[in-house]
């Protein structure tokens, strides 16, 4: 069975300083692996998603990531972080780009200190 | 592109009353559809998976008399919590995706029941 572990329930960054989430994952395949921004009391907005090739993803707002196989990790990072930033950070893992379900960690919690 | 509009954004109902949500894809036709429950400070679980024009398939533990989801079209789907009670009291996001694209999100719905 697939699962994902973000490690960090919490996490307070200075306005301005480098961040990195990380996660985790458990998969007896190829993953498809997604990170998922969620502010208070709406839904879920795709930052980024890896499938295949480069293991270095770019996504949205300025955010990255880094797939590593021989680590099962596929961490977020962003290299100065914004007030606007603040919100719930969820790693996901699925077995295919489409179609299938989603499993998802339990979240990181990011403050900023301003 | 890829809008998924959920409705209502919030519900307040009495213990008994039986609650609909809608979930729309606005600018594509989702092959498929998920619906996922979230407590307070928690991370997402799946309910069920929806295609349209055929039963949806429900996670392990989740009563598919109590929470019954239609699929009626590619852009349309629904979930009906019947004769709620306060334990059903959660927030619920759906998600739709097509063939091309992962899931897209909607700003999901906070359901009270007194």
């Known amino acids: 069975a697939q699962s994902v572990t973000q490690p960090d329930i919490h996490i307070t960054v200075s306005e301005g300083a480098s961040l990195e989430l990380r996660c985790n994952y458990s998969?007896?395949?190829?993953?498809?692996l997604f990170w998922y921004v969620q502010s208070p009391g709406q839904g879920l907005q795709l930052l980024l998603k890896?499938?295949?090739?480069?293991?270095l993803v770019q996504g949205i707002k300025g955010f990255e990531a880094e797939f590593k196989r021989s680590q099962s990790s596929f961490n977020l990072r962003k290299p100065s972080v914004h007030w606007s930033d603040a919100a719930e950070y969820f790693c996901a893992v699925g077995a295919g780009s489409s179609g299938d379900k989603l499993t998802f960690g339990t979240g990181t919690r990011l403050a900023v200190r301003p | 592109g890829a809008v998924v509009s959920q409705h209502p954004s919030r519900v307040i109902c009495k213990s008994g009353t039986s609650v609909k949500i809608e979930c729309r894809s606005l600018d594509f036709q989702a092959t498929t559809m998920f619906w996922y429950r979230q407590f307070p400070k928690q991370s997402l679980m799946l309910m069920a998976t929806?295609?349209?024009?055929?039963?949806?398939?429900?996670e392990q533990g989740v009563e598919k008399d109590k929470f019954l989801i239609n699929h009626a079209s590619l852009t349309l789907s629904t979930l009906t919590v019947t004769s709620a009670h306060p334990e059903d009291s959660s927030f619920y996001i759906c998600?739709?995706?097509?063939?091309?694209?992962?899931?897209?999100f909607g700003d999901g719905t906070r359901l009270s029941i007194l």
């Open positions: 998969y007896g395949a190829t993953p498809y």
């Open positions: 929806s295609n349209e024009g055929s039963k949806a398939t429900y």
């Open positions: 998600s739709a995706e097509d063939r091309d694209q992962p899931q897209h």
């Open positions: 890896y499938f295949s090739g480069d293991t």
